[in-house]
T-cell receptor, first 114, second 114 residues
Framework: EAAVTQSPRNKVTVTGGNVTLSCRQTNSHNYMYWYRQDTGHGLRLIHYSYGAGNLQIGDVPDGYKATRTTQEDFFLLLELASPSQTSLYFC?????????????FGEGSKLTVL | GDSVTQKQGQVTLSEDDFLFINCTYSTTTYPTLFWYVQYPGQGPQLLLKVTTANNKGISRGFEATYDKGTTSFHLQKASVQESDSAVYFCALVVYGGSGNKLIFGTGTLLSVKP
């Protein structure tokens, strides 16, 4: 069973604040993803990566940076947080070698921007 | 571009009722389609997968059938239980030069009354 761990699980910041969300996966998957989940919008892809040092732009990247430092670790950075970024963020990983398209999700990080 | 559409935002049923959730898709490649389920407080998890090869997926009493003619794939279950209460997402794999990604529908909240 794939294990994806996110931290922090809950975060409150103010407008203009700096936030880093962390994700670690322990199953040697090459792909990692950051999604945000909002009512009425479902899950929307922010950024993804297919290996250490690689970064691909997703569908809603504005206001977000990301960095993949190792095979295991993928970070999402909000350098000037805005209330519109209040959301539930999910990290996920997948094994492209198996080419099943199955994603393994973490438990989510709830971010509130006041 | 590639997309998936779920029009049913919420479905309320009683135990032993029949469940039907529809999803339509648009893609320029051969579709690989998924249904994910998200229980309260958890990240989404794979429920089942449907490809053009098998046209149908079955898991945990749920069944999904793909219809190329109408570009739809619907999820059904003959008899729902209260424990099936969750959010259900359809998803489509998008294959590209920048790597593979999964795009999700907006989700259908299923509430099953005992």
């Amino acid at each position: 069973e794939a294990a994806v761990t996110q931290s922090p699980r809950n975060k409150v910041t103010v407008t203009g604040g700096n936030v880093t969300l962390s994700c670690r996966q322990t199953n040697s998957h090459n792909y990692m993803y950051w999604y945000r989940q909002d009512t009425g919008h479902g899950l929307r892809l922010i950024h993804y990566s297919y290996g250490a040092g690689n970064l691909q732009i997703g569908d809603v990247p504005d206001g977000y940076k990301a960095t993949r430092t190792t095979q295991e670790d993928f970070f999402l950075l909000l350098e000037l947080a805005s209330p519109s970024q209040t959301s539930l963020y999910f990290c996920a990983s997948s094994d492209a070698n198996k080419n099943t398209g199955q994603l393994y999700f973490g438990e989510g990080s709830k971010l509130t921007v006041l | 571009g590639d997309s998936v559409t779920q029009k049913q935002g919420q479905v309320t049923l009683s135990e032993d009722d029949f469940l039907f959730i529809n999803c339509t898709y648009s893609t320029t490649t051969y579709p690989t389609l998924f249904w994910y389920v998200q229980y309260p407080g958890q990240g989404p998890q794979l429920l089942l997968k449907v490809t053009t090869a098998n046209n149908k997926g079955i898991s945990r009493g749920f069944e999904a059938t793909y219809d190329k003619g109408t570009t739809s794939f619907h999820l059904q279950k003959a008899s729902v239980q209260e424990s099936d209460s969750a959010v259900y997402f359809c998803a489509l794999v998008v294959y590209g030069g920048s790597g593979n990604k999964l795009i999700f529908g907006t989700g259908t909240l299923l509430s099953v009354k005992p």
